[in-house]
């Protein structure tokens, strides 16, 4: 039960990571880097625009974060048609903790994201969190074009304007660009992608690492999955850099079937609870 406990305040970090999936969480976000590559403002290389279509409007997911037995808490991921912009995809994120982790810590965070249907590059960002009392609420628009992001920060009635590399995504529509971009047909173990994430104005360099092909066993039966390993930040939360493992399905959808989370005490998982809406088959193993 201790164990437990100790690590009821690190839940919020998979349910954020759950939404976001590719972000450096606010705990850590104050730690330099571990990465060796260029930072984010000194990259002019332009993204090129995804070819895969792995995903449109209507997709619904839902995810369950536990630790052992123990159900920690539930996310949500929606993909609806910007009810402004014929153009954009409006993709809502809402996570929170239930049960014995709600009792020690309260978790309930609300996350927007409004992409372009061709670039999925984001146009706005919206962030509106509270976890065990620690809140905020933020609204970004991005100027692609300019380079600049436009934070409006509405908890502190402020407003800042943050220089931008080109292509910057946020920490959701960064999980929706990497699905469609990643060619997974010439990957080879060890290959990595770069992107570069805007979150709580900062620039962010990131690194996704393939480990191979899997087999993983869902509620849903035996998937063939992709794994992945996100470089994060080591520190008072997670392990060690590399302590975040995400499985992907192996097909048309890139459905995020499970991340796991080695923590300073113990670990949590996120698997894929419910879905609807796929662009494709979902395809399991028939033995």
């Known amino acids: 039960m201790i164990v437990i406990i100790a690590s009821m305040k690190q839940v919020f970090v998979i349910i954020s990571f759950m939404l976001g999936v590719l972000h450096p969480v606010d705990s850590l976000a104050q730690d330099s880097v571990q990465v060796s590559y260029k930072t984010a403002l000194e990259t002019t290389e332009t993204i090129e625009e995804p070819q895969i279509d792995a995903f449109g409007t209507g997709e619904w997911f839902k995810f369950r974060i536990h630790y052992g037995l123990l159900t920690a808490g539930y ?8 009810a402004k912009n014929s153009k954009g995809y409006h993709i809502k ?29 984001p146009y706005q960002f919206i962030r509106k969190i509270d976890e065990g009392g620690h809140t905020k609420n933020k609204v970004i628009d991005f100027d692609q074009d300019s380079r600049k992001a436009y934070v409006h920060d509405k908890k502190h009635n402020e407003e800042h304007i943050i220089e931008t590399p080109g292509d910057v995504q946020d920490m959701v529509s960064a999980f929706y660009y990497l699905r469609n971009s990643v060619d997974t047909s010439n990957l080879k173990v060890g290959d990595e992608t770069e992107v570069t994430m ?15 092909k899997d087999v993983l066993r869902t509620k849903f039966g035996k998937i063939s999955a992709l794994k992945f390993r996100p470089l994060v930040l080591a520190g008072r939360v997670f392990k060690e850099q590399e302590s975040l493992t995400v499985w992907v399905s192996n097909d048309e959808n890139r459905i995020p079937l499970r991340i796991k989370a080695s ?21 399991i193993i028939v033995e």
């Open 198 to 212: 805007f979150f709580d104005e900062k620039n962010y360099p990131f690194k996704l690492r393939y480990l191979g």
């Open 263 to 283: 923590l300073a005490v113990g670990s949590i998982k996120a698997d894929l609870e419910a879905f609807k809406g796929l662009k494709h088959s979902f395809k």
């Open 93 to 121: 994120g809402f996570g929170e903790t239930t049960g014995l982790s709600r009792v020690f810590f309260k978790v309930e965070d609300y996350y927007e994201s409004k992409i372009d249907k061709t670039t999925l590059l």
């Open 75 to 82: 996310a949500t991921l929606e993909v609806t048609d910007d």
